[in-house]
């Protein structure tokens, strides 16, 4: 039973226009959510998160929106670059502590043509 | 800088043949996960160390172990490794309270 679904596997964007990768979730619990980013060979790195007592949260050109009602998060990245090209994880858990535990949606790969 | 460092970072194994991966940090983190992640899908939780108390997930198959000898470096062993063990292992770490957890760059293990 997979608790954060990424349902598009793949976007495909022009560079200088938005990217939204969206992320859904189920359990109730969840009360902060990551993005993480992940380039070929290397481990995924943190890019933004979101406390549940938020609806959005900026961060440059990164910006997460949270609709707890909908249990549906998304990541905007206005404007997209070459170098944003990556597979782009969400993540959530019960409590903003590191020593939660994170579960991970499946991903979606986002292509940023120049 | 500080990091998250997993060695090797390819590791060939033979059926049924014990294998070890490498995971240390200097980040002097209390908290380092085992995560497994299959070609296409989300990493999954192995276990984690908060300092020594070590937690599995129920999920966790006994073929795959554990250990923490100190605070930088956490192994996993996998005893008896199968065909369908070949994944991609990602060690993280985090510091309770802290806003996330930081991963390294992943062991890609392949199973012939």
């Known amino acids: 039973d997979q608790q954060v679904k990424q349902n598009s596997p793949s976007l495909s964007v022009q560079e200088g226009r938005i990217s939204i990768l969206n992320c859904d979730y189920t359990?109730?619990?969840?009360?902060?959510f990551l993005w993480y980013k992940k380039y070929p060979a290397e481990g995924p790195t943190f890019l933004i998160s979101?406390?549940?007592?938020?609806d959005k949260n900026e961060d440059g050109r990164f910006t997460v929106f949270l609709n707890k009602s909908a249990k549906h998060l998304s990541l905007h990245i206005v404007p997209s670059q070459p170098g944003d090209s990556a597979v782009y994880f969400c993540?959530?858990?019960?409590?903003?502590?590191?020593?939660?535990?994170?579960?991970f949606g499946g991903g979606t790969r986002l292509m940023v043509k120049p | 800088d500080a990091m998250v460092i997993q060695n090797p970072r390819y590791q060939v194994t033979q059926f049924g043949k014990p294998v070890t991966l490498s995971c240390s940090q200097t980040?002097?983190?209390?908290?380092m996960y085992w995560y497994q992640q299959k070609s296409s899908q989300a990493p999954k939780l192995l276990f984690h160390?908060?300092?020594?108390?070590?937690?599995n997930e129920a999920d966790t198959p006994d073929n795959f172990q554990s250990r923490r000898p100190n605070t930088s470096f956490c192994f996993l062993d996998i005893r008896s490794p199968g065909l369908g063990d070949a994944a991609m292992y990602l060690c993280?770490?985090?510091?309770?309270?802290?806003?996330?957890?930081?991963f390294g760059p992943g062991t890609r293990l392949l199973v012939l």
């Open positions: 993540a959530a858990s019960v409590g903003s502590n590191a020593g939660n535990m994170l579960t």
């Open positions: 359990n109730s619990m969840f009360d902060y």
């Open positions: 979101i406390s549940s007592i938020k």
């Open positions: 980040l002097n983190h209390n908290v």
């Open positions: 160390y908060y300092d020594k108390d070590f937690n």
């Open positions: 993280a770490t985090g510091e309770r309270g802290g806003e996330t957890q930081y």
